[in-house]
């Protein structure tokens, strides 16, 4: 037997509706807003171009399980390209899009195989052996039981086999854990490949045979920052090469501007300015959380007094200057040996704060949040929107609250 290649990608999120994303200019807000159909469309070019003998998807093509109807056009278009180009396709639904959504129906080409909600197998034929895939769509948002028990062992070593899995390792933590499996059942199916989905961090946990998981396409939010793509695989009975293709539109990410010998907020708006635009020279557009370091006693009285929301008005609008699409979505400010200590107070405040969970969190702004007019403009309170609260309030305890010298 030969060489396969194939394409291994997961977690499209197509129609992600970024929400929280405020400030944002109309074509800044456009390219983010389009920015997983666009990740996508460049994944679609590569695979026209390189001519792999299929293609993988492993779960979560859209982002809910009503399936944006416009994401639904932009990946019907894709998968009619694959099909011009005689490139078959072969899906998984996961928990995002499971088969039990209500949904506007588009009629894919017959290029595209998609798994029910039963593990079953598809096979394709190659130049260099045939392929046995198995897999299976998540029938329900919630598939908490090991569906790995149900893939059967391969047998028959004169074929491929490739099992596609959107789930999670038993005791994951970073996501939510459907369809558990461990390392060792994944191995004992004597499979010379699987392609994981769900989680969105690239990470390979095990190689000969190779266990991966792609990450998404396109980052969503600072907890998934960095590039963004796919892999695409050279698979031999022999060995396996994968090699990374970014794909993403724009990065989440943080931004350090060193601040050290800054006197006047003149200099601090050029230092922001000077990373801004070597950013984006490495990476291209982003959007950023954007922490000063470095911080000495003339600098840190610079901050003292101004508040992080004119702050960040102020460093927005000197990033924009340059044209460069790199937006500040927030600013916090490094605490430094030379800062007065905070009163015990204070300390006392944000180790408090620091222990709540959720609920206490949900019940400190519940009448916030049931303010008739106001509640409409607040984003969920999940645990990112959390974290940002939480950090925002201690940049502001420590600013305010700090024992004067005598």
Not at 33 to 46: M, Q
Not at 149 to 163: C, L, R, V
């Amino acid at each position: 037997m030969g060489k396969i290649r194939f394409i291994h990608t997961a977690d499209l999120h197509l129609g992600s509706p970024f929400t929280g994303m405020k400030g944002l200019q109309k074509e800044q807000w456009k390219k983010l807003k389009d920015s997983t159909l666009d990740a996508f469309d460049k994944l679609i070019d590569y695979a026209v171009a390189e001519q792999p003998d299929f293609l993988l998807i492993v779960g979560d093509i859209y982002d809910g399980e009503d399936r944006n109807i416009r994401a639904q056009h932009r990946f019907q278009l894709g998968m009619e390209r694959l099909q011009k180009a005689g490139i078959p396709v072969v899906i998984s639904y996961g928990n995002h899009d499971h088969l039990s959504g209500k949904w506007t129906r588009f009629e894919l080409p017959d290029n595209v195989h998609v798994f029910g909600p039963a593990v079953s197998q598809i096979k394709l034929s190659t130049e260099n052996g045939e392929v046995v895939i198995t897999g299976f769509s998540y029938g329900e948002r919630h598939i908490k039981q090991a569906m790995i028990s149900s893939y059967p062992p391969a047998e028959d070593q004169e074929q491929f086999h490739i099992g596609m899995l959107h789930g999670s390792m038993e005791g994951e933590t970073a996501h939510a854990v459907y369809a558990p499996f461990t390392k060792e059942q994944l191995l004992r199916k004597n499979y010379d490949y699987w392609a994981l989905g769900h989680i969105h961090m690239r990470q390979e946990l095990h190689r000969e045979p190779s266990i991966i998981y792609p990450g998404n396409i396109q980052g969503r939010h600072t907890g998934e920052a960095g590039q963004k793509g796919f892999y695409d695989v050279m698979l031999s009975k022999q060995e396996t090469v994968l090699s990374f293709v970014p794909v993403s539109v724009l990065q989440f990410d943080h931004l350090m501007v060193p601040c050290s010998g800054l006197v006047h907020m003149n200099e601090v708006l050029e230092a922001c300015r000077e990373a801004a635009s070597h950013y984006a020279g490495r990476n291209g557009a982003a959007i950023v959380e954007l922490k000063f370091v470095n911080i000495d006693a003339e600098t840190a009285e610079l901050f003292k007094e101004i508040t992080e929301d004119e702050l960040v008005e102020t460093v927005r609008e000197a990033i924009e200057a340059d044209e460069e699409f790199v937006w500040v979505r927030s600013i916090s400010v490094e605490e430094s040996a030379t800062h007065l200590p905070l009163s015990p107070l204070g300390e006392q405040i944000i180790h408090t704060m620091k222990e709540w969970n959720t609920h206490d969190w949900k019940e400190v702004l519940n009448d916030l949040y049931r303010h008739p007019k106001g509640s409409r403009f607040l984003d969920t309170l999940d645990s990112q929107a959390i974290e940002e609260l939480q950090d925002g309030a201690v940049q502001k305890i420590r600013r305010g609250m700090q024992i004067e010298e005598s």
